[in-house]
């Protein structure tokens, strides 16, 4: 689905689901350090929910299987503390949802396998450059904001749409208002 194409109320529903996934990023997780580890199953779960909103081809299939895949061994590995190398065990999450990803996008789903390597790419840079922006890259509440920038773009997108769709209907048809020069 072109991002031009996506109906207002998607995009309503769709900014909706981020700005519940804000919420809980800023009043379960930031609260306690010990709960950051909940943060990218949180981004990806919220993209999950915006995804399924948006339909086959709404968009964020790629975002939430790579970041819901990531998220998922990052839990695990802070639930748990398995005997395991933790990159190794991050590394093999994103592997898990690019595959899931695929595997959706073979099924007909609007999987950007592109998107896919990109997300992954962009949460290995913020996880390798945390230890650089302590108190930025490894607080909850800084990916609250974004994905609350996420559904602020959406409703501004949702707005513009509507407005035009209303200036279009109260517009008159072309040549009606033509007057005839002589």
């Known amino acids: 689905m072109d991002a ?8 309503i529903g769709q900014a909706v689901l981020f700005l519940a996934g804000a919420l809980f990023l800023v009043t379960v ?19 999950l929910g915006a995804a399924v909103v948006g339909g086959r081809h709404g968009g964020h299939w790629a975002t939430a299987c790579a970041l819901t895949g990531w ?7 802070g639930a748990v503390s398995p005997d395991l190398d933790i990159a190794g065990l991050y590394l093999a999450g994103a592997g898990l949802g690019m595959t899931a990803g695929l595997l959706l996008q073979r099924a007909g789903f609007g999987v950007d396998a592109l998107g896919l390597a990109v ?3 962009a949460a290995g840079l913020v996880l390798a450059l ?3 922006a302590v108190g930025v890259l490894d607080e909850a509440r800084t990916y609250a904001a974004a994905i609350a920038v996420v559904a602020l773009a959406n409703l501004g997108l949702a707005t513009r749409d509507v407005l035009a769709s209303r200036r279009s209907a109260e517009a008159p048809a072309p040549g009606a208002a033509r007057k005839e020069l002589t």
């Open 130 to 132: 945390t230890t650089q």
């Open 29 to 47: 997780v930031a609260p306690e350090d010990a709960r950051f580890y909940w943060t990218p199953l949180t981004l990806g779960l919220t993209y």
């Open 71 to 77: 998220g998922a061994a990052v839990v695990y590995a």
């Open 4 to 11: 031009r194409a996506k109906p207002p109320e998607i995009r």
């Open 119 to 121: 997300t992954v790419l």
